[in-house]
């Protein structure tokens, strides 16, 4: 199984909006609707930002959201804020029994 | 809440065998898989496997020659072996929960930072 492919970085304006695309193959992204996102700051673990594709867990803005067409997901973030510079990995089921990650992307906030 | 707490040494030597635990607490340990995901130094996440809590297993195709995950439901741990290690799985290793039905990494743990010296 390859990572999935991620933008090495992407930038925005405060207030504006931003997406992330992350693509996959037909046998991860494309063949489950299992893409999570996660927002990682510097030296700090992983947080779970969405699920399920389009699934936001408690305590997420729902300034994030999820979407998914064909073998490629991808995170919009509206509103942009400067906390929302991180980096951000999406993730994928590759089979029944294995995941699969992206290779991350730096967000900056202009 | 589900908290997780990596620990185990953070040098090995090349062609050695890595060993980490992860601790559990604040939660059960039960209808959880549990996971070891590692990123080297400036890269992405590459996850290595997991066990579910009645003990079997799951590894990354890539890793699987070398990898052994193995639990202790009585003291809520659980542990990676990865062998023969090189420079190359040098990274900050951390242990991630996901409950069973669910398809997302839900908890995390703060990671440990595991450098393979030559």
């Known amino acids: 199984q390859s990572a999935l492919t991620q933008p090495a970085s992407v930038s925005g304006s405060p207030g504006q909006s931003i997406t992330i695309s992350c693509t996959g193959t037909?046998?991860?992204?494309?063949?489950?609707?299992?893409v999570s996102w996660y927002q990682q700051y510097p030296g700090k673990a992983p947080k779970l930002m969405i699920y399920?594709?389009?699934k936001r867990p408690s305590g997420v803005s729902n300034r994030f959201s999820g979407s998914k067409s064909g073998n490629t997901a991808s995170l919009t973030i509206s509103g942009l804020q400067a906390e929302d510079e991180a980096d951000y990995y999406c993730?994928?089921?590759?089979?029944?029994?294995?995941?699969?990650f992206g290779g991350g992307t730096k967000l900056t906030v202009l | 809440q589900v908290q997780l707490q990596e620990s185990g040494p953070g040098l090995v030597k090349s062609s050695e065998t890595l060993s980490l635990t992860c601790t559990v607490s604040?939660?059960?340990?039960?209808?959880?898989?549990w996971s070891w995901i590692r990123q080297p130094p400036g890269k992405g996440l590459e996850w290595i496997g997991d066990?579910?809590?009645?003990?079997?297993?799951n590894y990354n195709p890539s890793l699987k020659s070398r990898v052994t995950i193995s639990g202790d439901t009585s003291k809520k741990q659980f542990s990676l072996k990865l062998s023969s290690v090189t420079a190359a799985d040098t990274a900050v290793y951390y242990c991630?929960?996901?409950?069973?039905?669910?398809?997302?990494?839900?908890?995390w743990g703060q990671g440990t930072l595991v450098t393979v010296s030559s």
């Open positions: 993730c994928s089921s590759a089979s029944s029994t294995s995941w699969v």
């Open positions: 991630g929960s996901q409950h069973s039905g669910s398809y997302m990494f839900d908890y």
């Open positions: 066990i579910y809590y009645s003990g079997s297993t």
């Open positions: 037909s046998s991860d992204v494309g063949s489950y609707n299992f």
């Open positions: 399920e594709v389009t």
């Open positions: 604040g939660g059960s340990i039960s209808s959880y898989y």
